[in-house]
């Protein structure tokens, strides 16, 4: 995401293939098929196809389609529900994007971020410097539990199959099982740096990233949260947000300086040989 758009790179090669020019993007993502990216700006909600020749360097992009005429915040595209979330005041409503309501829920003061679970039935909510990290109900709109009523400041993703949470403030991250949100895993941080960045689930669900401090990305067991691989990085980072590439091989971590990509096959090999690989 750049200031006058979205980008697309072969990280392989280090070269920009493709680039979306749209100005005031407040949130994007892409549609489970990978073919298509849904972009919100300060006015509406727009779906842009796509296609990428990858040996040639090459993208061809198609006119956009308004979806929403309003903006959204937190968009998700799943395979049956196509779903964004908009702020109203303290509230979250949820909508289908051709604009029918799918849910609200609140209040939540200040909250920051918002997430429906796979399965459509459940959004947690989030917040910066406010209290707490709230689980409620889509359809009823009740509050099913409040999952961390201390955390001031959290953010949290969703097991790619839905059956877990993790959520990360600064001194604590935690796991919760889905189907009764009790507590699977936690660990206490060893070092409170007053930032938060959004860990990540690699595709089969057994690993977690995130940020150790403001410049060293870990990956954990997600079973029993114990550390696996942490990475060095050359130069200082400050770590907003981690992602598994969609074959588990990669760890990319986006950065105040730019996007920053580890090879996890490769360090894997380099920790068998000292007989540390997981």
């Not at 409170?192 to 954990?220: C, H, M, R, T």
């Amino acid at each position: 995401l750049g200031p006058d758009g979205i980008e697309f790179w072969n990280h392989q090669r280090n070269q920009m293939i493709g680039k979306f020019e749209c100005e005031d993007v407040r949130d994007w993502c892409f549609a489970p098929d990978g073919k298509t990216v849904f972009i919100s700006n300060a006015d509406h909600v727009q779906a842009r196809s796509f296609a990428f020749n990858l040996e040639q360097g090459t993208a061809t992009t198609f006119d956009p389609v308004t979806v929403s005429d309003k903006p959204a915040r937190n968009l998700q595209i799943d395979e049956n529900h196509q779903l964004m979330i908009r702020r109203e005041g303290n509230y979250a409503k949820v909508l289908t994007l051709d604009g029918t309501t799918f849910g609200r829920v609140g209040p939540h003061v200040r909250w920051s971020n918002a997430l429906v679970s796979p399965c459509g039935r459940f959004i947690v909510t989030s917040t910066w410097k406010g209290q707490g990290v709230r689980v409620w109900d889509v359809a009823s709109g009740d509050l099913i539990k409040d999952l961390a009523p201390d955390w001031e400041t959290a953010t949290m993703r969703f097991r790619p199959d839905g059956t877990a949470l993790v959520a990360v403030c600064d001194t604590q991250r935690w796991t919760w099982d889905t189907e009764t949100w009790e507590p699977q895993v936690r660990k206490d941080l060893d070092e409170k740096d007053g930032a938060v960045a959004e860990p990540a689930w690699s595709q089969d669900g057994n690993l977690i990233s995130a940020k150790y401090n403001l410049n060293q990305p870990q990956i954990f067991d997600a079973a029993t949260g114990e550390t696996l691989v942490a990475f060095e990085p050359p130069v200082p980072l400050l770590v907003k947000t981690t992602e598994f590439s969609h074959d588990d091989r990669y760890l990319m971590i986006s950065a105040a300086n730019g996007i920053h990509i580890w090879d996890i096959a490769r360090a894997r090999e380099k920790l068998d040989e000292l007989g540390m690989d997981w």
